[in-house]
């Protein structure tokens, strides 16, 4: 993927890439422009629909026109590993002269173990896509409450929705440097907004899940059937006792709403779901053990509910 210089682009995940259950993977190359692989163990086929969103920045120094967007050398294969045409179109950014626009929009606060955007939920940790200029935030503010910043950088912030946020209603969310506002959008709230962490950091793939004996598992190492996993996830949802907004759990909590599990399609024992001892609250750990009996597989579905919700599809793991 090629673009002018004057742009900065992020991918994210499409709803098709998730349900596809493979794992997206971009590095930026040393003239500029990415390089992108979708990849995983399962043999399915991606289905036609929105397979990768793209989130631009433009430097505020850009002069107003149209600055292309051009993808190069795409290749694909079918399960069998058999070539598969792609046609391929280019495209382009339209920058017009005037003052500059929001920060961020809804659209680039994302679940920040998901990447896909939607409600808030209470302890959920975001990431929030946009200009350049977030790289100079000191603080975000939800409904007025500050929320913890875990991460502030070039054209991204990482912040967790105060557990107090009231979840029937409207959330606004606001990012503020030292000299004022920088700008502020309105988004639904709910009581959950659960999503599991993955390896490929895109929110679909081999889930970032450890086996029994705390090692990772991947198709060289999987777990086994009867054995506990440790998937890690955020948007859960309160925790009881009341975790402190910005704080590392002091010890096993669990969530204030139940989980349930199923992998493969298999009903599975939730054994632990709450706050992950000596990490940040919002992080929230799950505890599930692998059914008996179950088949091996090197790309198990995995899926978790809390609330009436259930996490995006896409997260496996590998059992043998």
Excluded: H, W
């Excluded at 190069?72 to 002269?97: C, F, W």
């Excluded at 709230?189 to 090692?215: C, E, K």
């Excluded at 204030?256 to 399609?265: D, F, H, Q, R």
């Amino acid at each position: 993927m090629d673009f002018d210089s004057a742009l900065s682009v992020r991918l994210l995940p499409g709803t098709q890439l998730g349900a596809s259950a493979k794992s997206l993977y971009a590095a930026t190359l040393p003239g500029g422009g990415l390089r992108v692989l979708i990849v995983g163990m399962n043999a399915g086929a991606i289905a036609d629909g929105d397979l990768l969103r793209a989130v631009v920045a433009v430097d505020p120094s850009a002069a107003a026109g149209i600055f292309p967007v051009r993808f190069t050398n795409a290749i694909a294969t079918d399960p069998n590993g058999s070539a598969v045409p792609i046609s391929m179109t280019a495209g382009g950014v339209q920058v017009r002269a005037g003052s500059l626009t929001a920060p961020f929009t809804d659209t680039g606060v994302v679940n920040a173990a998901s990447l896909l955007p939607g409600a808030l939920g209470p302890g959920e940790i975001v990431t929030i896509f946009g200009r350049a200029d977030l790289a100079t935030v000191s603080s975000v503010l939800c409904n007025g409450a500050r929320a913890p910043i875990l991460y502030v950088g070039p054209g991204q912030v990482n912040a967790i929705i105060p557990f107090g946020l009231d979840p029937n209603g409207t959330a606004s969310l606001e990012v503020r440097t030292t000299q004022g506002s920088l700008g502020s959008v309105f988004m639904p709230a709910r009581a959950v907004a659960p999503a599991v962490f993955t390896l490929g950091a895109g929110g679909s793939g081999p889930g970032a899940i450890l086996n029994q004996d705390y090692s990772p598992n991947s198709f060289s190492n999987p777990a086994t059937a009867g054995s506990i996993v440790m998937l890690y996830g955020t948007g859960f949802g309160p925790l009881s006792p009341a975790a402190t907004d910005g704080q590392a759990a002091v010890g096993p909590t669990s969530t204030a709403l139940p989980v349930t599990a199923e992998i493969s399609g298999v009903p599975a024992e939730v054994v632990y779901a709450g706050a992950a001892p000596g990490l940040i609250a919002g992080l929230v750990q799950i505890n599930v053990r692998i059914p008996g009996g179950i088949a091996a597989n090197p790309a198990a579905a995995v899926s978790l509910s809390v609330g009436g919700v259930t996490i995006p599809p896409g997260v496996t793991v590998s059992i043998q």
